[in-house]
């Protein structure tokens, strides 16, 4: 059964503090996975799209990582704002299947 | 370009009226889909447009919600009769590509709209 989970279900830390979110997945065959971002009340937003072919993406402080061997991922932002309160949602294509999967996402709250 | 477009923001209605939500993709993209978003069960996708042609409507969950896709940059998503466990943000989301592509290019990201946030009372 293709899944993605996500953990932690939420995190809360201090400005200026890093922390890193994880995504396993069981989705195959694998085409892609995504990070997104979602702010209160709005869509999601995405950060990086990773291939089976990738380690690493990075986007400003936010960084992507992806090993297909273990089909686990995690994002990490370093030195984080108050404006990355949001959920990220990590989101995993099958290759050839009319299928995107979305995990539940992380709710991460950044306090002054 | 303006994104993905979704009209309206916010609907308030009472049980067994009909709902319609509208979405205008990015031009050019030829793929289109509808989310629902609640807080218990997260994003879950009710139906998936690819080129103006409904390609997978599994998700939607019963009889009182269809879409139409008449031309390639207007979608509607009707809820008829509603009922209070539709409340809910509905989202548009659309993308270039079909994707069954593996590919990391910009055409396989799906960009979405700011959402119809939709309760029934």
């Known amino acids: 059964k293709n899944q993605v989970e996500q953990s932690p279900q939420s995190l809360i830390i201090l400005e200026g503090k890093n922390c890193t979110l994880q995504c396993n997945y069981t989705v195959s065959p694998f085409s892609n996975l995504r990070w997104y971002k979602q702010d209160t009340g709005r869509g999601p937003v995405s950060l990086t799209i990773m291939t089976f072919s990738e380690n690493t993406k990075s986007n400003g402080r936010y960084t992507a990582t992806l090993d297909a061997d273990t089909k686990q991922s995690s994002l990490h932002i370093t030195a984080s704002q108050l404006s990355d309160s949001a959920s990220y949602i990590c989101?995993?294509?099958?290759?050839?299947?009319?299928?995107?999967?979305f995990g539940s996402g992380t709710r991460l709250s950044i306090r002054p | 370009d303006a994104g993905v477009i979704q009209s309206p923001r916010h609907e308030v209605t009472e049980m067994g009226q009909e709902v319609t939500l509208r979405c205008k993709p990015i031009?050019?993209?030829?793929?289109l889909f509808w989310y629902r978003q609640t807080m218990m069960r997260g994003l879950e996708l009710l139906i998936y447009f690819n080129n103006n042609v409904p390609i997978d409507d599994s998700g939607m969950p019963e009889d009182r919600f269809s879409a139409k896709m008449p031309n390639a940059s207007f979608s509607t998503l009707k809820i008829q009769p509603s009922e209070p466990r539709d409340s809910a943000v509905y989202f548009c989301?659309?993308?270039?590509?079909?994707?069954?592509?593996?590919?990391?290019?910009?055409?396989?990201?799906?960009?979405f709209g700011a959402g119809s946030r939709l309760t029934v009372l």
């Open positions: 031009s050019g993209h030829n793929s």
């Open positions: 989101v995993v294509s099958a290759l050839g299947a009319s299928k995107i999967i």
């Open positions: 989301a659309t993308q270039l590509a079909a994707y069954r592509e593996r590919s990391n290019s910009g055409a396989n990201v799906l960009t």
